[in-house]
C-alpha cells in the first residue's frame, strides 16, 4: 500500500458496525446465565448438564470456530462473513422454541451459535487492517472488548426482561436475537456502502523463491510470541474473573468475608475500568509510548502481576481502599493485555493475512480462558484456598511479560506495512 491511500469517513460506520456485531456475539452468548434455572427444570436436567449444554458448548465451539474463520475472513472479506455469521446466531436463536426443547437440541443450536459468534471475534484485526488507517488500528481493536462488555451487560438486562414478558426460556432465547438482526442490517448497508481501499497479495522473494504473505508470517518470531501474548492475556482475564470475585465475598480462612454485595460493587468497578483501559489502549500506545507495542505490553502484564499478587497480602486486604485500589489498577492494566498485541498484527503485517493471525489469536485467547478457569478451579479445589489460584495468575502474568519482549517489527514486513494513510 502506498502512502497516499484514502481511508474514507464511511470507516466509522463499519467502526459500529463491528461494535454491534460483537454486542450480538456477547448478548448471545450470556443471554441463558440468568434462565439456567427455569432451563434445568424445563428439561428435566440438572444444573451441571445446563450449564454444560448452554456454556460450555458455546466456549469451545466459538474458539474453534474463532481459529478456522481467520481462513474464511481472509479469503471472502468481513462482511460476507459476518453475513453468515449473524445469520447463524439469528436463526439458531429463533429455532430455540422449536428444537431446543431437549439438552441435545439445546446443546446442538448453542453449538451452531457460537459457531457463528467465533469468526466475529477474530475479525477485529482484518476490520482494522482494511479500513483505518495505522494510528487508529490500536483503538479500534481496543474498542472490541468494550463492546464485548457491554453486550454482556445488555444480555444480562435483555434476558430477564424477555422472561418476565414471555414466561417462557425458549421464546426468551428467540427476542434476544433482535440485537443480531440490527447488526444485520449494518452489514447489509456496509455490503452495498463504499469501499475500503484496495491492497494486493504481497509475495516476499526469500531464497526458497516466493513466499505468501502467510506463510512467511509464520516463520516470524514475533509472530508466535504476539499470538503467545493474546491467549495468555485470554488466561489471565477469565481467571481474574473467576477467581477474584469469590476470593473477596467467601468467609475467611478461604477468603476475604467481604461478602457478595461488597465483591459485586468491588468487581463492577474494575470492569468500568477495563473498558476505560480497552478504549484508551490505542491512544496511549500511539501518543505516549511513539506507537511501540512491546514496552506498553511488557508494563501492562508487570502492572498486572504486581497488583494482583499484592492481594495475597494482609496489609493490602486489610484495608478494602486499598483492596479496591489494587483491582482497579489489576483491571486497568489488563484491558491492555488483549488489544495492543491484536493491534501489533493490524499494524505490522499485510492485510491479506490479518484475518487468519487475527482469528489465531482470538481462538487461542478463548481456549487460554478456557485453561486459566479449570485450572484456577482444581488449584482451588485441591487446596481449599486462594492464595495458589492468584499465584498461578501472577507467573501467567510474567510469562507474557516474556513473551511481550518479542513483540519486535518483522523486518520482512515493514517496507509493505508503512503506510499512515490520508483521512479524507
Given at each position: 500500500?502506498?502512502?497516499?491511500?484514502?481511508?474514507?469517513?464511511?470507516?466509522?460506520?463499519?467502526?459500529?458496525?463491528?461494535?454491534?456485531?460483537?454486542?450480538?456475539?456477547?448478548?448471545?452468548?450470556?443471554?441463558?446465565?440468568?434462565?439456567?434455572g427455569p432451563i434445568a427444570k424445563a428439561l428435566g436436567v440438572s444444573l451441571g448438564e445446563t450449564v454444560g449444554a448452554t456454556m460450555g458448548t458455546y466456549n469451545l465451539f466459538g474458539a474453534i470456530a474463532c481459529i478456522a474463520g481467520g481462513?474464511?475472513?481472509?479469503?471472502?472479506?468481513?462482511?460476507r462473513v459476518w453475513v453468515v455469521c449473524l445469520l447463524l446466531m439469528i436463526i439458531s436463536s429463533l429455532l430455540m422454541p422449536v428444537f431446543g426443547t431437549t439438552i441435545m437440541g439445546l446443546a446442538v443450536l448453542r453449538s451452531i451459535q457460537?459457531?457463528?459468534?467465533?469468526?466475529?471475534?477474530?475479525?477485529?484485526?482484518?476490520?482494522?487492517?482494511?479500513?483505518?488507517?495505522?494510528?487508529?488500528?490500536?483503538?479500534?481493536?481496543?474498542?472490541?472488548?468494550?463492546?464485548?462488555?457491554?453486550?454482556?451487560?445488555?444480555?444480562?438486562?435483555?434476558?430477564?426482561?424477555?422472561?418476565?414478558?414471555?414466561?417462557?426460556?425458549?421464546?426468551?432465547?428467540?427476542?434476544?436475537?433482535?440485537?443480531?438482526?440490527?447488526?444485520?442490517?449494518?452489514?447489509?448497508?456496509?455490503?452495498?456502502?463504499?469501499?475500503?481501499?484496495?491492497?494486493?497479495?504481497?509475495?516476499?522473494?526469500?531464497?526458497?523463491?516466493?513466499?505468501?504473505?502467510?506463510?512467511?508470517?509464520?516463520?516470524?518470531?514475533?509472530?508466535?510470541?504476539?499470538?503467545?501474548?493474546?491467549?495468555?492475556?485470554?488466561?489471565?482475564?477469565?481467571?481474574?474473573?473467576?477467581?477474584?470475585?469469590?476470593?473477596?465475598?467467601?468467609?475467611?480462612?478461604?477468603?476475604?468475608?467481604?461478602?457478595?454485595?461488597?465483591?459485586?460493587?468491588?468487581?463492577?468497578?474494575?470492569?468500568?475500568?477495563?473498558?476505560?483501559?480497552?478504549?484508551?489502549?490505542?491512544?496511549?500506545?500511539?501518543?505516549?509510548?511513539?506507537?511501540?507495542?512491546?514496552?506498553?505490553?511488557?508494563?501492562?502484564?508487570?502492572?498486572?502481576?504486581?497488583?494482583?499478587?499484592?492481594?495475597?497480602?494482609?496489609?493490602?486486604?486489610?484495608?478494602?481502599?486499598?483492596?479496591?485500589?489494587?483491582l482497579l489498577l489489576a483491571g486497568f492494566f489488563n484491558s491492555f493485555l488483549t488489544p495492543v498485541p491484536m493491534a501489533f498484527i493490524a499494524k505490522n503485517y499485510p492485510e491479506s493475512v490479518t484475518g487468519k493471525l487475527g482469528g489465531v489469536?482470538?481462538?487461542?485467547?478463548?481456549?487460554?480462558?478456557?485453561?486459566?478457569?479449570?485450572?484456577?478451579?482444581?488449584?482451588?479445589?485441591?487446596?481449599?484456598?486462594?492464595?495458589?489460584?492468584?499465584?498461578?495468575?501472577?507467573?501467567?502474568?510474567?510469562?507474557?511479560?516474556?513473551?511481550?519482549?518479542?513483540?519486535?517489527?518483522?523486518?520482512?514486513?515493514?517496507?509493505?506495512?508503512?503506510?499512515?494513510?490520508?483521512?479524507?
Amino acid at each position: 500500500m502506498g502512502k497516499d491511500v484514502v481511508y474514507p469517513k464511511f470507516r466509522w460506520f463499519v467502526f459500529i458496525a463491528l461494535c454491534l456485531a460483537t454486542a450480538t456475539n456477547a448478548v448471545t452468548l450470556i443471554a441463558p446465565a440468568t434462565l439456567i434455572g427455569p432451563i434445568a427444570k424445563a428439561l428435566g436436567v440438572s444444573l451441571g448438564e445446563t450449564v454444560g449444554a448452554t456454556m460450555g458448548t458455546y466456549n469451545l465451539f466459538g474458539a474453534i470456530a474463532c481459529i478456522a474463520g481467520g481462513w474464511f475472513l481472509d479469503r471472502f472479506g468481513v462482511t460476507r462473513v459476518w453475513v453468515v455469521c449473524l445469520l447463524l446466531m439469528i436463526i439458531s436463536s429463533l429455532l430455540m422454541p422449536v428444537f431446543g426443547t431437549t439438552i441435545m437440541g439445546l446443546a446442538v443450536l448453542r453449538s451452531i451459535q457460537s459457531i457463528g459468534g467465533g469468526p466475529i471475534m477474530g475479525s477485529t484485526v482484518r476490520l482494522a487492517a482494511e479500513w483505518f488507517p495505522k494510528s487508529e488500528r490500536g483503538f479500534v481493536t481496543g474498542i472490541q472488548g468494550v463492546a464485548m462488555g457491554l453486550g454482556i451487560i445488555i444480555g444480562l438486562m435483555l434476558a430477564p426482561g424477555f422472561m418476565q414478558l414471555t414466561g417462557e426460556w425458549a421464546m426468551t432465547m428467540a427476542c434476544v436475537s433482535i440485537v443480531g438482526i440490527i447488526a444485520l442490517i449494518f452489514t447489509f448497508i456496509i455490503a452495498v456502502g463504499p469501499k475500503a481501499p484496495k491492497v494486493e497479495e504481497i509475495r516476499v522473494q526469500t531464497a526458497a523463491g516466493n513466499e505468501s504473505a502467510f506463510k512467511l508470517a509464520l516463520k516470524q518470531p514475533a509472530t508466535w510470541l504476539v499470538i503467545a501474548c493474546v491467549a495468555l492475556a485470554g488466561w489471565i482475564f477469565q481467571g481474574f474473573n473467576d477467581i477474584v470475585p469469590s476470593y473477596i465475598a467467601i468467609d475467611p480462612p478461604v477468603g476475604l468475608g467481604m461478602g457478595p454485595m461488597v465483591s459485586g460493587s468491588m468487581m463492577s468497578a474494575v470492569q468500568v475500568v477495563f473498558m476505560l483501559g480497552a478504549i484508551l489502549s490505542g491512544f496511549i500506545v500511539e501518543k505516549l509510548f511513539k506507537g511501540s507495542s512491546k514496552t506498553v505490553s511488557v508494563i501492562a502484564f508487570i502492572g498486572f502481576a504486581v497488583f494482583i499478587f499484592a492481594i495475597k497480602f494482609d496489609a493490602v486486604t486489610a484495608s478494602s481502599s486499598t483492596l479496591l485500589g489494587c483491582l482497579l489498577l489489576a483491571g486497568f492494566f489488563n484491558s491492555f493485555l488483549t488489544p495492543v498485541p491484536m493491534a501489533f498484527i493490524a499494524k505490522n503485517y499485510p492485510e491479506s493475512v490479518t484475518g487468519k493471525l487475527g482469528g489465531v489469536a482470538q481462538g487461542l485467547g478463548m481456549f487460554g480462558g478456557t485453561v486459566g478457569v479449570s485450572l484456577g478451579a482444581t488449584a482451588l479445589h485441591m487446596t481449599n484456598m486462594y492464595q495458589l489460584p492468584i499465584t498461578i495468575i501472577v507467573v501467567v502474568a510474567v510469562v507474557g511479560c516474556l513473551c511481550a519482549f518479542g513483540q519486535n517489527m518483522p523486518k520482512v514486513f515493514a517496507k509493505n506495512t508503512n503506510s499512515t494513510g490520508i483521512k479524507c
